[in-house]
């Protein structure tokens, strides 16, 4: 179970080309003070964002094999690794290899060279109609003019794609995740990931994916896991909507993904605005029993847990409100952090959570009764998000484990806009 953060933002590191240089700056200790933090959350890993060289907001690489100066050097994250291991806490780096920044070295060459650069294999360009000192007309992802896309049909690609995640394997990462990897070919995973694999078996892999057939690219890519991104959506729009009937939908789908591999689950992440920004600080709670109580991986956005707000904005700078620079040390626990560890305890008491299936006992706009159940036990979770009590089963459940309300035999009442999590 992931506690996911923006590295650059968290240590308030400059993202603008403007404001920083190639002077290293030690600011990635500042997140070990946080790992005790992570473990009393129950949490047992980290998710990096990007901490390799870049130009701005460390999805434009520019050295894979460095750390960004911004952030500290290689003792630095030797040193941020040992300390979480000391506690028990995984490490997962974010992978970006489908594109890297027009500073980039290999770049650099093709736009000095052009096809007769050593690097020219590495990207998707215009050969033909390349004449010395033009600009280079190369495919970028997404529109991003600043973002070069490599070319995944290139064995030089795969092999550079191995070549970097061995390196941070080596010195102590534990998994990746594969930034924009809906955007790749999964035959381009399938020829990078068993190679790596064959180093390092124990790795974990999972990749960024928003929309399409979950279980074909896992079995084609051979990655570990996708993000389920189908599940985010429908969690914020049947809370903010008030229609729980997306929500009942989502986990018929969800439920089908489980026989084929468990997808990584979260309500919040870097690329969105934040949770209690986005549903309200009273429903935070509402999500979050949902996403620990339902298969998956599931992570905790960095800052949801004190439901902090942040609005995303398209334009310049408009992620800097959901990545902002975090305390030098964790405030008091509040009591969306003590809810937090409420769930993440339930969850592992329970650990077959990780892959079981949900029913829906109890549907209606605002009120949701979930049941995931194995012969070990059930865990129940219900939902209302009606201004007005609500009565509704308790699905078998004879225990509260979280949350509000008041059991009476067969049926659990609710108070307005209340939640609870029931064991049996």
Known sequence: M??????????????????????????????????????????????????????????????????????????????????????????????????????????????????????????RFDRAGWRAGAPVSADVFEGHDSLVALDHSAPETADLTVAVMNHWLDRGADAWRLDAAYAMPPSFWASVLPRVRERHPQAWFSGEVIHGDYPEIVRASTMDSVTQYELWQAIWHGITDRNLFELAHALKRHNDLITTFVP???????????LASAVGADFVPHAMAVLLTVAGVPSVYAGDEYAWTGVKEHRPGGDDAVRPEFPATPPPADDTVHLHRQLIAVRRRHPWLLRVHTDVVHLANQQIVLRSATGDGAVVTALNLADAPATLPAAGATQPAAGQGQLTGAEITLPARGWAVLTS
């Open 2 to 123: 992931w506690w996911h953060l923006y590295p650059l933002g968290f240590t308030g590191a400059p993202v603008r080309p403007a404001t920083h240089d190639d002077t290293v700056v030690h600011r990635l200790g500042r997140i070990e003070a946080w790992l005790d933090h992570v473990v009393e959350l129950g949490l047992n890993g980290i998710s990096l964002g990007p901490i390799f060289a870049s130009q701005t907001h460390g999805y434009d690489t520019v050295d894979h094999f460095r750390i960004d100066p911004r952030l500290g050097d290689d003792a630095d994250f030797d040193r941020l690794v040992a300390a979480a291991h000391q506690r028990g806490i995984k490490v997962q780096l974010d992978g970006v290899f489908n594109h890297v920044g027009r500073a980039h070295p290999a770049f650099q060459q093709v736009e000095r060279l052009g096809p007769d650069a050593p690097t020219a294999a590495l990207f």
């Open 264 to 274: 990584s689950t979260f309500a919040g992440n870097h690329d969105v605005t934040r």
